[in-house]
């Protein structure tokens, strides 16, 4: 992507620096002179010039066109059997993160990390008030659902809850494929990593509502923490919705989804910030910090608050 905006740059910048020296050129050196009474030689009307002109331009949008398939393309491309999936889940005005599945390929094990019990019982909950009271509930709007079916969102044994005071770090492996998988549960959020270069949307009803909430990146390049935001304005603490991407080596990451891992599985269920210290990591987030919300509070510049 950023060498698509580098050559697109460079080529309006030709294009630029063409008009501009034709402009000038026409501006000094066709100047109506100071005593004559004539105009300078009228060229309209010049058909193959005009053709040119016409042609051009669409063999400039034609180049461009292709580099841009090609360029999304690529990163749109999902493949079989992605390394991690994770569920992201946003909702006003924070994130949840959890890991679906987990394959590290060499030895690493296969992790199952779907939550069975939470899904069924968010599946066979009633979808309304009415029909948990036992009435006979209206088909909803949504496929005979009701908005308030949370039932396509999912539930992870492992998962990462932001709130007012903590940022929720997702702790992802370098060097591997990984699958995010996007819904929320009220209104439309937008997931964005700057230094992803993408963000998508993040819909309720993803499917009813015709987005593929499914995208693949098919690598974290270097280790560190990436900030991330939401970036549909969502309400009151829009701005407040921030996160963090950690990405570790594949080893610590492993070592963490152990030390997360629920007792009964033989892990550690230990919260994000104590496996991160675990692992020799930064327990809170080192890209951002929580936000007040209190809508009262107000601070003079260069004057301690609290
Ligand atoms: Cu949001």
């Known amino acids: 992507m950023r060498e698509l905006w580098t050559w697109s740059v460079i080529a309006a910048l030709v294009m630029g620096v063409l008009v ?49 398939v090609i360029v999304q393309n690529h990163v749109l491309e999902k493949k079989d059997n992605p390394n991690v999936v994770v569920d992201v889940t946003a909702y006003q005005w924070n994130w949840k993160f959890g890991y679906r599945s987990i394959d590290l390929g060499e030895g690493g094990g296969k992790y199952d990390g779907v939550d069975q019990e939470a899904q069924a019982a968010v599946e066979s909950a009633p979808a309304s008030e009415a029909e948990a009271e036992g009435e006979h509930a209206q088909p909803g709007p949504i496929h005979g659902k009701t908005p308030q079916d949370l039932s396509y969102l999912h539930y992870d044994k492992i998962e990462t809850v932001g709130s007012s005071n903590e940022i929720p770090i997702l702790v992802l492996p370098t060097g591997k494929r990984i699958q995010f998988e996007l819904a929320s549960a009220d209104v439309i959020h937008a997931f964005w990593v700057p230094e992803f270069l993408f963000k998508r949307d993040v819909n309720p009803n993803p499917k009813e509502n015709h987005s593929d909430n499914v995208f693949q990146i098919s690598e974290i390049e270097k280790e560190g923490a990436f900030v991330g935001r939401c970036a549909e304005m969502c309400g009151t603490f829009h701005a407040m919705m921030n996160f963090e991407v950690r990405a570790v080596s594949p080893d610590k990451f492993a070592q963490y989804i152990e030390l997360r891992k629920p007792a009964s599985e033989g892990g550690r269920d230990m919260t994000t910030a104590e496996a991160l210290q675990a692992i020799g990591e930064s327990p809170v987030a080192t890209s951002t910090s929580p936000f007040t919300t209190d809508r009262g509070y107000k601070q003079a510049s260069g004057v301690e608050g609290n």
Do not use: C, M
């Open 20 to 68: 501009w020296g034709l402009t000038f050129w026409a501006v000094i050196f066709h100047r109506k002179k100071k005593d004559s009474p004539e105009f300078p030689r009228q060229t309209a009307y010049n058909v193959p010039l005009e053709l040119a002109y016409t042609a051009v331009p669409f063999v400039i949008i034609a180049v461009l066109f292709y580099f841009t």
